[in-house]
């Protein structure tokens, strides 16, 4: 079998043709089997002798179109028109069983036109953070690129200290960005941007042509998916880091992972990214950075749209960000109905872990034990303002049982939207650690868990608990 090369072939002249470099003894540790049969992807490519001469071989199906594809972006709100691929190459498109496409990206490819004066590399440690994060995520539902496969290697790379390289293969729908419009449209490179819309018509964006106008349906779908994803991500406690135009994927998937997090202690300011001095990226910003970046984006769209069109599809980005949050925290309550008064519910609840400083995870998985009719509930224990929490449960059982559901019922639905284990930065730590001395067990048993996060097991435990002192708040540096 082939990979397509679509990207490579139609778009040539926007990005560069480029081989991966080969690093110092490659060896593949983990491979996702069921991403790879889900691509129809060939058993046997993944062995560590095939996939060597894969990637590093000139005539392979992996080798003979990599491309590395070039953007601009705005970062921390300046625009930079000077990125690109600069360690990741587009090997080409899969197709799953329904006919849909998906790109196989190598990160940590060597060199390339757009490397400007870095190395090309990625290292195992935000190697092994992205392919833990991005497993977690999808588990729980939340829309996120993927790991396909990893690779180790001996290759000395120099980030604040001496670190190893590692590659890894990526899957997402596309890798194209909200940067790669912005950058030939500031560019002033129309026709190229014309193209690349055509592009996104004929492979991903198809159900826009039935429209009268299929740029407006494109913004659209972008407007729309961008704000459902937020709202997962304010729902389920997870900050991304770096919301750089360059890290949104016009696909509204989890994309491009750096310093995350996911929430330990409830702290809306919560800023996970040790270079965000600003709280630029803090946990409580995200939505409305949501928003910024789709207008960055939108000023690409406006060869084909007038202001009004645009104005008309943002507008609709903080009311559809807001519905999909309502309904989640509603869900992860219990609650069926949508009203006022779940509102409010939901709104003392958030205040009441944030003011206790409580952990987001483990308090909504507490509440999925309420017995509605019961005294004395272990939550009330959970929390330092226990007047508060006592009239806030009082309040709460009292909506559990005007909606008369069956306890068995709400708990199940709770336990399934709640997760018990979600990934901490000082388990992707150990992880890490481990995997650093060659012990790659600590990360496999890690990635178990996540793949199955609401199902509760006691051989599992250590992993519901939350953080050790030493393990909160953890200062993630940026450099990959
Ligand atoms: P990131 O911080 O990974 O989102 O990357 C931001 C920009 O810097 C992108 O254009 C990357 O391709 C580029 N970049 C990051 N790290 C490296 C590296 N080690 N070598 C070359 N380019 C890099
Ligand atoms: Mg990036």
Request: with cysteine.
């Amino acid at each position: 079998m082939n990979l397509d090369h679509s990207y490579a072939t139609h778009l040539g002249d926007l990005g560069a043709l480029t081989k991966p470099l080969r690093v110092a003894n490659p060896q593949l540790v983990e491979v996702n089997h069921t991403l790879r049969d889900a691509l129809q992807l060939p058993a046997s490519w993944f062995t560590q002798s095939s996939i060597m001469s894969m990637l590093f071989g000139n005539t392979s199906s992996f080798t003979t179109h990599s491309f590395a594809q070039k953007y601009g972006g705005h970062q921390f709100g300046g625009w930079n028109p000077d990125l690109g691929d600069g360690r990741g190459l587009l090997l080409g498109e899969a197709k799953d069983k329904f006919g849909k496409s998906w790109d196989l990206h190598l990160k940590g490819a060597g060199p390339t036109p757009y490397s400007r004066f870095a190395d090309g590399r990625a290292v195992l440690r935000s190697t092994l953070r992205e392919y833990l994060a991005s497993e977690a995520l999808h588990h729980m539902g939340i829309p996120t690129s993927r790991a396909l496969c990893l690779i180790t290697s001996d290759e000395p790379v120099y980030r604040e200290k001496q670190e190893k390289a590692a590659m890894m293969i990526r899957v997402s729908q596309s890798h194209i960005r909200f940067g790669h419009f912005e950058y030939f449209y500031h560019n002033g490179e129309l026709d190229k941007l014309k193209r690349l819309f055509d592009y996104c018509f004929e492979h991903h964006f198809s159900a826009c042509l039935h429209s009268e106008s299929p740029h407006l349906a494109m913004l659209e779908k972008v407007v729309t998916d961008t704000a459902t994803l937020i709202a997962k991500w304010q729902a389920y406690g997870f900050n991304h880091g770096v919301m750089n135009t360059d890290n949104m994927s016009i696909h509204g998937i989890t994309f491009d992972f750096g310093p995350y997090a996911f929430l330990d202690d409830f702290d809306p300011k919560f800023v996970c990214n040790h270079s965000d001095h600003q709280g630029r990226y803090a946990f409580e910003q995200q939505p409305g950075v949501g928003l910024w970046n789709l207008n960055a984006l939108a000023h690409a769209f406006t060869p084909y749209l007038n202001v009004e069109q645009i104005k008309g599809e943002l507008s609709q980005y903080e009311p559809k960000l807001m519905a999909e949050f309502s309904q989640l925290m509603r869900q992860k309550l219990g609650l069926y109905e949508n009203t006022q008064n779940t509102a409010e519910l939901v709104n003392r609840w958030l205040d009441l872990i944030s003011q206790d400083k409580r952990d987001y995870h483990i308090s909504f998985r507490l509440l999925c034990e309420i017995d509605e009719h019961g005294e004395n509930q272990p939550l009330v224990d959970h929390f330092m303002q226990r007047d508060t929490a006592k009239m806030w449960l009082e309040h709460y059982q009292q909506a559990l049982i005007t909606q008369n559901v069956k306890r068995q019922e709400r708990q199940a639905n709770m336990r399934n939207i709640n997760p018990e284990y979600v990934l901490r930065n000082y388990q992707a730590q150990l992880a890490i650690d481990a995997a650093q001395d060659g012990d790659f067990s600590r990360f496999r048993r890690l990635l178990q868990v996540l793949q199955h996060p609401f199902e509760g097991k006691p051989e599992y435990a250590e992993f519901a608990k939350p953080p050790p002192d030493w393990g909160k708040h953890m200062e993630i540096s940026c450099s990959s």
